[in-house]
């Protein structure tokens, strides 16, 4: 069953067409990898898919429009505040009762490796660290829907294996859509690539398929 189908999404700045008719669905808990370079239009569609930009024409549609969670490209974290004052804060903000929020918070925190950094600053965090609170952030409320925007494009090749991991523990009951302007940072979970340049949707397929069809030389020139 599709938790997201999205139908001719086209976002214009002026004249400038960011994203253009763009046609994918995402099935119930797979991974898909939105590949493309900078200026590809990743950060608009899923801007426009966390509900936090209009598009111009065409719609998205998703079977649950309350559970998603969105991690940005760069997350604001208020340096002054705890790991869990932040991420309480989030709770509240997505919805989650006052007595609940705490503890929510505390169980998520754990999940994502920082247990013992709740009343730590988030602005004496490393960029790992961050990011993993950014992740907090957008799952603490436990959405089917999890969209994250270059999660792991600043982080070195720990950070980006931890974060691979989480994910990769969350995808079973979550329906995952992350960006990324790398094709090799797409793991083993993902279960499809969609290729953006310059706002088109270029190639789709499997990560298999992408793969083998970037490595062929005449395709790899549409790439560059
Ligand atoms: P990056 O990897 O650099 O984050 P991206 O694939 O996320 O790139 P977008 O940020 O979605 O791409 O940008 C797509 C296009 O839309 C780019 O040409 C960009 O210049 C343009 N664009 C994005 N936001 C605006 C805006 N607020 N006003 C005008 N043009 C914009």
Sequence with gaps: MNILEVDKLTKRYGSEIAVSNLSFSLEEGTSTALIGPNGAGKTTTLSILAGLLKQTSGTADWKNHSGIGFLPQHPQLFPWLTALEFLEMAARLSGIAAREARSRSIETLQFVGLGSALNKKTGTF????????GLAQA????????LLDEPVSALDP??????????KSLQHDTTILYSTHILNDAEEMTDQVLFLRRGQLVEQGSLEEVKARYAEPNIRIRFQ
Excluded at 126 to 133: E, N
Excluded at 139 to 146: A, G, N, Q, S, T
């Design 139 to 146: 799952i603490v409320h436990r959405p089917k829907l999890l």
């Design 126 to 133: 490393s960029g790992g660290m961050k990011q993993r609170l």
């Design 158 to 167: 720990t950070g980006r294996r931890e974060i691979m991991n989480l994910l």
